[in-house]
């Protein structure tokens, strides 16, 4: 028995190992000026550069208070990482939610331009639900792949609804969303089909005072068709308690909404399709196949195969803590998911080992993930062989 104990304590340490080979740390908590990063998002440029961003939380790890959105590039595939440039300042409040993504359409810039959408909050969240504060909506851009950036484009009018503005402009809706979030993690723009050129933005919101089991939210999305000149909103999800949520696109029209299940009732992922470009929304349902401990996700677009398009999905697998953490690859627009692989994980007894991360494609055999990891102590990168 005692050979036994040793030989299972041998193998376990063994597989935690091989989790943290070629893993790269891209941000560590408590460096760089920083007391902790949080919400990983990553996009690659046509020249094949990666861009991360995060969160950089100056006083901790609370998800309200003095934050900034920061970036690191690689030109090498995520090898090495430059050093940290912060993006986005609100002054004292809260800058989160980064949503990037790059537009390849645009005629005025043939060679792409970035888009950062990102929200600003002035009070804590448990304080927006219940009427007090506001949450805005913001995109600024860079044509010279992140090195600098436009001046902020205000659209909270645009793609929000609350019912009491703070803004300095005269305006006011009578749905009475209070919260409002961006997916978090890559936006996506449509490759192909009617809505070529298409950019979308996954998103949450809440309506009105706080329900139980957080019944309040719905996941939604906005988005542009003209390069940033106007936006309009989507349906909301009609799911209460779908929050946080991820896109990609589905067949030549449609769209896939994969959210968190706030709930909790059901510990798996809430989809949503859509056969216009994300506008409305034709089935919902909760997937069996993607368990979830209500944390976020991300979902990504990376191909196609005997005319079906092919999705990565990443998230903690588990339905109890946030721990491992898993890519599944689905050949049928996320009907089912024939192939998965696992990322990270630990065997102690702990929760929050792995949390949030983001894919990004690299080429036709690498997806690239970056993720939160050791109790939000580190967001690392790490290259996965899916074929």
């Known amino acids: 028995?005692?050979?036994?104990?040793?030989?299972?304590?041998?193998?376990?340490?063994?597989?935690?190992e091989a989790y943290t080979q070629n893993v790269t740390p891209v941000f560590i908590s408590s460096t760089e000026g920083y007391k902790s990063f949080r919400i990983p998002a990553i996009i690659k440029l046509p020249d094949n550069t990666l861009l991360a961003f995060c969160e950089g939380r100056l006083k901790g790890a609370a998800d309200f208070g003095d934050i900034n959105i920061v970036m690191k590039r690689s030109k090498d595939m995520g090898l090495t990482w430059?050093?940290?440039?912060?993006?986005?300042?609100?002054?004292?409040?809260?800058?989160?939610?980064?949503?990037?993504?790059?537009?390849?359409?645009?005629?005025?810039?043939?060679?792409?331009?970035?888009?950062?959408?990102?929200?600003?909050?002035n009070n804590h969240e448990g304080e927006l639900r219940r009427g007090n504060g506001l949450r805005e909506v913001w995109y600024i851009c860079s044509a010279d792949g992140?090195?600098?950036?436009?001046?902020?484009?205000?659209?909270?009018?645009?793609v929000h609804r609350p019912r009491q503005p703070l803004l300095n402009v005269a305006y006011n809706f009578t749905e009475d969303?209070?919260?409002?979030?961006?997916?978090?993690?890559?936006?996506?723009?449509?490759?192909?089909?009617?809505y070529?050129?298409?950019?979308?933005?996954?998103?949450?919101?809440?309506?009105?005072?706080?329900?139980?089991?957080?019944?309040?939210?719905?996941?939604?999305?906005?988005?542009?068709?003209?390069?940033?000149?106007?936006?309009?909103?989507?349906?909301?999800?009609?799911?209460?308690?779908s929050n946080e949520a991820t896109a990609a696109q589905i067949g030549r029209h449609g769209l896939l909404l994969n959210c968190r299940n706030q709930q909790g009732s059901i510990r798996a992922r809430v989809v949503a399709k859509s056969n216009d470009g994300g506008?409305?929304?034709?089935?919902?349902?909760?997937?069996?196949?993607?368990?979830?401990?209500i944390c976020e996700g991300s979902i990504l677009n990376i191909g196609s195969k005997n005319g079906k398009y092919i999705l990565a999905f990443c998230n903690n697998a588990d339905t109890?803590?946030?721990?491992?953490?898993?890519?599944?690859?689905?050949?049928?627009?996320?009907?089912?998911?024939?192939?998965?692989?696992?990322?990270?994980?630990?065997?102690?007894?702990?929760?929050?080992f792995t949390a949030y991360s983001d894919?990004?494609?690299?080429?036709?055999?690498?997806?690239?993930?970056?993720?939160?990891?050791?109790?939000y102590k580190e967001i690392v990168w790490k290259v996965i062989d899916w074929r």
């Open 1 to 16: 028995m005692k050979t036994l104990k040793i030989l299972i304590t041998c193998l376990l340490s063994i597989n935690i």
């Open 82 to 121: 430059s050093p940290l440039q912060k993006i986005v300042d609100a002054d004292t409040l809260q800058a989160g939610n980064a949503a990037p993504v790059v537009d390849l359409t645009d005629p005025l810039y043939p060679n792409g331009r970035v888009f950062l959408f990102y929200n600003t909050g």
């Open 146 to 158: 992140g090195i600098s950036w436009t001046a902020p484009v205000n659209i909270t009018t645009q």
């Open 177 to 194: 969303w209070r919260t409002y979030a961006n997916t978090p993690g890559h936006a996506l723009q449509f490759g192909w089909g009617r």
């Open 196 to 241: 070529k050129g298409r950019i979308y933005i996954a998103a949450n919101h809440s309506q009105g005072g706080p329900q139980k089991s957080f019944e309040d939210y719905a996941a939604h999305g906005y988005y542009t068709d003209d390069h940033g000149k106007t936006f309009h909103l989507s349906e909301s999800v009609n799911f209460p308690g």
């Open 279 to 293: 506008q409305t929304w034709s089935q919902i349902s909760t997937d069996s196949q993607l368990p979830d401990p």
């Open 320 to 352: 109890a803590q946030r721990n491992n953490l898993t890519l599944r690859i689905s050949y049928n627009n996320g009907r089912s998911w024939a192939w998965s692989i696992l990322i990270d994980r630990t065997t102690e007894k702990k929760t929050d």
């Open 359 to 375: 894919i990004v494609l690299l080429n036709k055999k690498q997806i690239g993930v970056l993720y939160e990891r050791d109790d």
